[in-house]
C-alpha cells in the first residue's frame, strides 16, 4: 500500500509558491525606491502590494512547514522546523530554509517595531531581505527535488539582479515636485 | 524654495523624511510626520519626497520672496 502523497505534493506546491511570493515582494520593494513609472504607480499601493506579498508568503512558509511535518515521504520534526541541521533529511540544505525563513518573519515583524527600534536600523535590518532571497533561492535549489523548477530560480534571481541594478542606476524621478503651481492639492 | 506638504491620511510613519531631512521633518508621540518649517532652501526635501514609502510629501517649488 503505498502513502498518501497528499502532504507531499502540498509542502513542494507550497514552498515553490512561498519562494515566488517573496521574490514578487522584493521586486515591489524594489518598484518602490526605483518608481519606473513615475506617477503612474501610487507609492501607498505599491507599499501595500509588497507587505501584502510577504505576508501571504510568510503563511505560505507556515503552510510549508506544516505539510512537511505532516508528510511521510521525508521525516521532519517540528523542532526541525525552528532550529537548524535537526533534519535528517538534507539537513543543511533545510537549515538554509529554516535560517531564511526565521530572518524573513523577523523583517516582517520589525515593521511593527520600527517606532521602538528606530527607522535607521529598521531599515539597515531590511537590506538583510537580500539574505533571505539568497538563502532561500539555495535552499530551494539544494533541498527542493522538482527539477523542473529550475527556471523559477534562475527567472527570480535574474529579475531581482535586475531590479536592484536599476534602483542602483536609476535616480527617482521628481515627480513629487510641482513647480509655479500654488494650487497645491493633495 | 521648497513648500512642503505632508498628507496625513497616507503617512504611516516610516520616518525615511525625518532621517532624510532632520531640520524639516519630524516625528511626533504617534509616530507621524509633521512638518517643522512650511518652507526650506534645503533640497533634501526632494530627497526625502522621493524617499517616502507612502508618497505622502508633495514638495512645491517656489520663487524666494
Known amino acids: ?186 | 524654495m521648497f513648500n512642503v506638504v505632508i498628507d496625513g491620511s497616507l503617512c504611516s510613519g516610516f520616518g525615511d523624511c525625518a532621517d532624510l531631512s532632520a531640520d524639516v521633518f519630524e516625528l511626533d508621540a504617534h509616530g507621524k510626520a509633521h512638518v517643522r518649517v512650511g518652507t526650506t532652501a534645503d533640497p533634501a526635501v526632494l530627497e526625502a519626497a522621493a524617499a517616502c514609502p507612502m508618497g505622502a510629501i508633495r514638495v512645491l517649488e517656489v520663487e524666494a520672496a
Not at chain 1, 533545510?94 to 511593527?112: D, K, N, R, T, Y
Not at chain 1, 531590479?163 to 515627480?175: E, F, N, Q, S, Y
Open chain 1, 1 to 186: 500500500m503505498t502513502h498518501d502523497p497528499t502532504f507531499w505534493l502540498l509542502a513542494r506546491a507550497s514552498g515553490l509558491t512561498a519562494y515566488a511570493l517573496l521574490t514578487a515582494s522584493v521586486l515591489a520593494g524594489l518598484v518602490l525606491k526605483s518608481r519606473p513609472l513615475g506617477r503612474r504607480l501610487k507609492a501607498a499601493s505599491v507599499t501595500d502590494v509588497h507587505r501584502f506579498l510577504a505576508l501571504l508568503g510568510l503563511a505560505m512558509l507556515a503552510l510549508h512547514g506544516a505539510a512537511l511535518v505532516l508528510d511521510r515521504t521525508v521525516t521532519i520534526s517540528v523542532a526541525a522546523l525552528f532550529v537548524p541541521l535537526l533534519s535528517s533529511y538534507r539537513p543543511t540544505a533545510v537549515a538554509l530554509g529554516v535560517v531564511a525563513a526565521e530572518l524573513m518573519a523577523l523583517i516582517s515583524v520589525s515593521f511593527s517595531l520600527r517606532r521602538w527600534i528606530g527607522g535607521r536600523n529598521w531599515r539597515r535590518l531590511h537590506w538583510a531581505t537580500y539574505l533571505v532571497f539568497a538563502l532561500g533561492t539555495a535552499h530551494g535549489l539544494t533541498a527542493g527535488t522538482d527539477r523542473w523548477a529550475l527556471p523559477l530560480y534562475l527567472g527570480a534571481v535574474g529579475a531581482v539582479v535586475f531590479a536592484t541594478a536599476w534602483r542602483v542606476l536609476t535616480r527617482p524621478g521628481g515627480h513629487h515636485v510641482q513647480r509655479g503651481d500654488r494650487r497645491l492639492a493633495l
